[in-house]
């Protein structure tokens, strides 16, 4: 096999289609596989990762492939699975595989090419092997340390240089820079052990005395070190070396004399970044209630006819307990399970008691986590896969966000969505821009998995694929322990206004439920989707309003670092001292945010611990952990917070949830605003009366007989779902149309308009009335470039996948086109 030519298929990522045909070198036969990351030229200077998706012997006709330059893997770091699933995710979302490639991989995996040469830290100087051109660059690089590919040819003064770094790399000269700053490195820690020598009784007696006389404090090193090792369970050789200097309050000096005289050696261990933890009791201690076990056997006959189940399930009715339940199972079978939530903060608390059940079996994967410590999760997964996982394996429960589909399972046995209705399971933007629901049901049936799909208030189209029997519906309508639904009222802030009783942002009857409550010692979560602290601020004069230079938008006022900002592109400015149209000093604040929330209540309230959770106060790794640890140990009353404080957290003494302004909610310009607006209503009222004491739910609001907020008010998710499939289906919205938008974006307004007509007649010629458009969306100007959008509905048949390549068809011809090549379009099927 060593002398057969071989090509390698191999997938770049980039947005670009399809694959790139690389001849194999006979020396590499035997390494290059599927699954592998293989170093290549892509055109004249770049250098990239790719994977190899296949090998073959098909000699291409057109061209002369490029060579594999080296193999990075010594074995595959991804499988046949993922590469299926990669490929129905850009079909389906009508993407590049090579964009779901630079999505799913961790970017420690990735090599990107600025493609810099520097030298081998092996080099020893010798140069006589070298020819001529190579013996430049190696002189030239050891000079100035780095090169770019352009600077080495302008050296050997050529063009294509790439064969040639390629023979300076097999003879170990140089290396491409960016293997040594991104590849990826296991963490090693230094451990300290006796040498053979000083193992020895005696020997081990006469340092002790020599010590005793002259090195007290390289004594009081050793003297620790012999204490550390004897006072374990069981004697060890080795000890942490940052363990040894604290336990010994030393400095390294001491140490490093120890060294030089043979007493000590080290020895570096290959360790975890990851937390280890250890499971603390069994599922069996897990009693269910009489409802709880009636959906589960449901859940388990559901899954004996059809691959997906929805658990519709009231806020605090035990739906973790029944996941525990079925997970149990699962790794009892000896598969994998991969448990979904939206957001970064659920995993907080869900991460705990999913591990004081299972322990080291749970593995956490999400975008918070360092590009090293995804890596050493992806392995973990790539060794916990095969036919069947051992008893005692890690990782074979992995809990994330949307990021954590694309992990390489082997052996998926369940498949687990909570808080399925979310919209943070949509990936907006870069491409893929995917539904990770949708997305997991398919990766579930690709592995004959089952998928669990779980909610309080289930999205509109997931409930009606479980009245019309395309997938199981399993209910329980009532809390655990038999704990009310908490009782919701209405704060009526026409009325309050019109009485002059309200302050700042709080309606009277809100503040003295908040009062009531805090002399209880009992806890308030205030929700406000609008993070900041005023919205706008505007001229009491002329009624200028600060907006950003690239989006058509307001700017933000933040009130802890004193600054205008853009929630599109993070632009910032300082905030003018009097109004830049007309001069006048009286700069007014309109609306408010969590931040302003926050400040005022300190105000009313100076004695309440208030804490704010939103984008702002969780930006680090374990912001998110800390305050939701802070208000579970009691230690803030006061819990202000976006969307994050209404996703499935546990929380035992909140009595008051108040929702500030509803009427936000409901006016959004958009067909699932309705929908919307009750879920997040529904979802922050289930925070309230959690354990034994019923809870009081505050909705503020102008308009209190809206119809949604009565269905909020009445917990009646089905009148809900019906007069929205009524109105859906007159207008050809989901769940009886599939909606795909394509966004023609520019940096000139006129070009926009221009390009997007002509985009849309095109559409019009074969999709007829299905596409409407185009229109400018509310924020028309994002980062300095002009959108305008087109929407095609489709009616759900067979057709429908002809009916997108037609699209795809449409939008290459009309990229071709000299005259509209510069336009972008961005394409979204499944927009939410």
């Not at 291409?60 to 594999?68: A, E, F, S, T």
């Not at 658990?311 to 009892?332: A, D, F, M, N, P």
């Amino acid at each position: 096999m060593d002398r057969i030519t071989l090509f390698a298929e191999v997938l770049l990522p980039l947005p670009i289609p399809g694959t790139f045909t690389y001849r194999i070198p006979f020396e590499m036969n035997s390494e290059v596989t599927a699954g592998k990351r293989v170093v290549v030229q892509f055109g004249k200077k770049k250098i990239y990762t790719g994977l190899v998706k296949s090998v073959h012997q098909k000699i291409p006709q057109d061209y002369i492939p490029k060579y594999v330059l080296s193999v990075l893997d010594s074995s595959p770091v991804v499988n046949d699975i993922q590469f299926g699933f990669w490929d129905w995710i850009a079909d389906y979302y009508m993407c590049h595989a090579g964009e779901v490639m630079n999505a799913a991989l961790p970017s420690a995996l990735k090599l990107a090419s600025e493609t810099r040469i520097v030298q081998h830290p092996d080099f020893d100087g010798e140069t006589d092997h070298l020819n001529e051109k190579e013996y430049l660059i190696a002189e030239a690089i050891d000079i100035q340390k780095t090169l770019t590919i352009s600077e080495v040819s302008r050296i050997v003064e050529y063009k294509k240089v790439i064969p040639l770094i390629k023979n300076l790399i097999e003879k170990r000269i140089v290396l491409v820079e960016e293997e040594l700053r991104d590849r990826y490195r296991p963490k090693v820690e230094t451990y300290v052990r006796l040498t053979a020598e000083y193992r020895k009784e005696e020997n081990l007696r006469k340092v002790f005395d020599e010590l005793e006389k002259r090195a007290f404090k390289q004594l009081e090193v050793l003297m620790t070190f012999m204490r550390m090792t004897e006072s374990l369970d069981k004697p060890v050789e080795t000890v942490k070396r940052t363990d040894l200097l604290k336990m010994a309050n030393s400095t390294p000096a001491p140490m490093t004399a120890l060294i030089k005289k043979g007493v000590f050696e080290l020895d570096e261990k290959e360790s975890s970044r990851l937390e280890s933890f250890d499971a603390q009791t069994s599922v069996s201690t897990i009693v269910l209630t009489k409802k709880q076990e009636e959906a589960l056997e449901t859940i388990k006959s559901g899954f004996e006819n059809k691959n997906v189940v929805l658990l519709h399930g009231v806020t605090s009715s035990g739906k973790t307990e029944i996941y525990i339940k079925l997970i149990q199972e699962t790794i009892e079978q000896g598969r994998q399970v991969l448990f979904l939530l939206p957001e970064i903060a659920l995993t907080t608390q869900i991460i705990n008691r999913l591990r004081k059940f299972f322990g080291d079996k749970v593995g956490v994967y999400h975008s918070k986590y360092n590009e090293f410590e995804r890596v050493e999760i992806w392995n973990n997964v790539v060794k916990s896969g095969g036919e069947k996982i051992k008893p005692d394996q890690k990782y074979q429960i992995i809990l994330g966000a949307r990021s954590a589909l694309f992990l390489p399972y082997s052996n998926l046995g369940l498949v687990i969505v909570d808080e399925e209705h979310d919209s943070s399971y949509k990936q907006y933007a870069p491409a893929p821009r995917y539904l990770a629901r949708d997305s997991a049901i398919v990766l579930a049936q690709m592995h004959k998995a089952k998928t669990l799909l779980g909610s309080a208030t289930p999205c509109v189209e997931s409930y009606f694929n479980a009245s019309t029997n395309k997938y199981a519906l399993a209910e329980i309508d009532e809390r655990y322990g038999g704990v009310q639904m908490p009782e919701i009222l209405v704060a009526d802030l026409k009325n309050e206004t019109r009485r002059k009783t309200m302050k700042s942002h709080f309606s009277s009857f809100l503040l003295k439920n908040i009062e009531e409550a805090l002399e209880k010692k009992e806890q308030i979560i205030l929700f406000q989707n609008r993070r900041g602290f005023s919205l706008r601020l505007e001229c009491e004069t002329c009624n200028w309003l600060p907006t950003c230079k690239n989006c058509d938008v307001t700017l933000i006022y933040h009130k802890y670092n004193n600054q205008l900002r853009c929630h599109y592109c993070g632009y910032s400015t300082r905030v003018p001292e009097r109004c830049p149209e007309c001069g006048f000093t009286g700069i007014k604040m309109k609306g408010f945010g969590t931040e302003k929330i926050e400040d005022d209540l300190s105000i009313i309230l100076p004695k309440a611990n208030i804490m704010r959770m939103d984008l702002d106060t969780t930006r680090s790794k374990n912001a998110y952990q800390k305050i939701i640890s802070d208000f579970e140990e009691h230690r803030i009353d006061i819990l202000v917070g976006t969307q994050m404080v209404t996703k499935g957290l546990d929380f035992d003494n909140v009595s008051i949830v108040g929702i500030l302004n509803a009427d936000n909610l409901i006016s959004y310009p958009d067909f699932r605003s309705f929908e919307r607006s009750f879920q997040l209503m529904a979802q922050v009222s289930g925070r309230a009366g959690r354990k034994a004491k019923r809870g009081k739910v505050i909705i503020q609001t102008y308009n209190p007989h809206h119809t949604v907020i009565r269905y909020v008010i009445d917990n009646n998710y089905d009148l809900m779902f019906r007069s929205q499939l009524q109105e859906r289906n007159q207008f050809k919205y989901p769940p009886f149309y599939r909606i795909i938008e394509l966004q023609v974006q520019h940096k000139d307004a006129n070009f926009v308009n221009a390009a997007s007509f002509e985009l849309a007649t095109e559409l019009k010629k074969f999709l007829g009335k299905r596409v409407l458009g185009p229109e400018y969306p509310i924020v028309s100007r994002i980062k300095n470039l002009y959108l305008k959008n087109i929407l095609v509905k489709l009616e759900k048949s067979d057709k429908i996948h002809d009916m997108k390549e037609k699209i795809a068809e449409a939008i290459f011809f009309f990229n071709t086109q000299s005259k509209y090549k510069a336009a972008r379009i961005v394409v979204d099927v499944d927009p939410l």
